[in-house]
């Protein structure tokens, strides 16, 4: 979509803060220069707090390096392996809680089509996430009992 195609008087910065899912947008760096509402919301920082940090913000410190060599490989090779698939990881919360969350990314490219940026969409699944854990654990107990 252009922003041509936008209504009138709606812009890209109303599009962004409406948005129930968090949207994150990283720099080449991996610094946040974009943090919505709903990222507040999710991840319990202000946008004050998490513009131009690094996103080991909300990274947990086990996944750090994988995040890291991932996201240099994008960043070099302009080509993600993700695309509009649904990844599901863990993060954290400003309190030190652990989330799970589910995202999709994008890229996000410059005049000259180089990469400038990461997009995150991102949903909180950690309620899903602790049922469904909490569900496999009491089926696990109900095959052992009837074993």
């Known amino acids: 979509m252009s922003d041509q195609s936008i209504p009138a008087g709606i812009n890209v910065s109303q599009l962004v803060e409406a ?58 090779t302009g080509i993600t392996r993700y695309g509009t698939e649904v990844l599901r990881v863990p993060a954290l919360h400003k309190d030190g809680r652990s989330l799970s969350i589910a995202f999709t990314v994008g890229l996000l490219n410059g005049p000259d089509g180089s990469v400038i940026g990461i997009l995150a969409i991102i949903r909180d699944e950690t309620r899903r996430w602790n049922d469904e854990r909490q569900m496999r654990k009491r089926l696990s107990e109900l095959e052992s009992a009837a074993a």
């Open 19 to 76: 948005a129930g899912d968090a949207i994150v947008v990283s720099d080449p760096d991996g610094a946040i220069v974009v943090w919505n509402a709903s990222a507040e919301r999710i991840f319990g920082f202000s946008s004050s707090e998490a513009l131009g940090q690094s996103l080991d913000l909300i990274t947990p410190e086990r996944q750090r390096q994988r995040h890291w060599d991932g996201y240099a490989k994008t960043m070099r």
